[in-house]
């Protein structure tokens, strides 16, 4: 079901030694019933830390930058998400008039 030519790469996937496709995950939620984030949860939170370590980051390094408030609302965005308040927060690439 899952296009897989043997049950080795399915225990490789429920022991998390091994990624999965994107496809794939589509397809175990189709034929599970249930969502990628719950079936894959220790890939989701391995994924979600390594994101905020990079918002961090990119924050820090444009708080640096001379102050320009099209960086500025990129600070605010960044900050929005590290405090998980993006719900009303929706980025939008700004271009220079």
Do not use: C, D, W
């Not at 399915?10 to 990628?36: C, D, H, I």
């Not at 390094?61 to 102050?67: D, P, V």
């Amino acid at each position: 079901m899952l296009g897989g030519h043997n049950a080795a790469k399915v225990s490789r996937y429920e022991r998390s030694r091994r990624v999965p496709a994107l496809e794939t995950v589509f397809a175990y939620e189709m034929v599970l019933g249930t969502s990628a984030q719950e079936l894959f949860a220790g890939i989701q939170e391995r994924a979600r830390r390594h994101v905020m370590h990079r918002i961090r980051l990119l924050a820090r390094r444009l708080e640096r930058q001379a102050k320009n408030p099209l960086l500025a609302q990129k600070v605010e965005f960044l900050r929005a998400v590290l405090k998980g308040g993006t719900e009303e927060l929706r980025y939008e690439p700004i271009t220079e008039k």
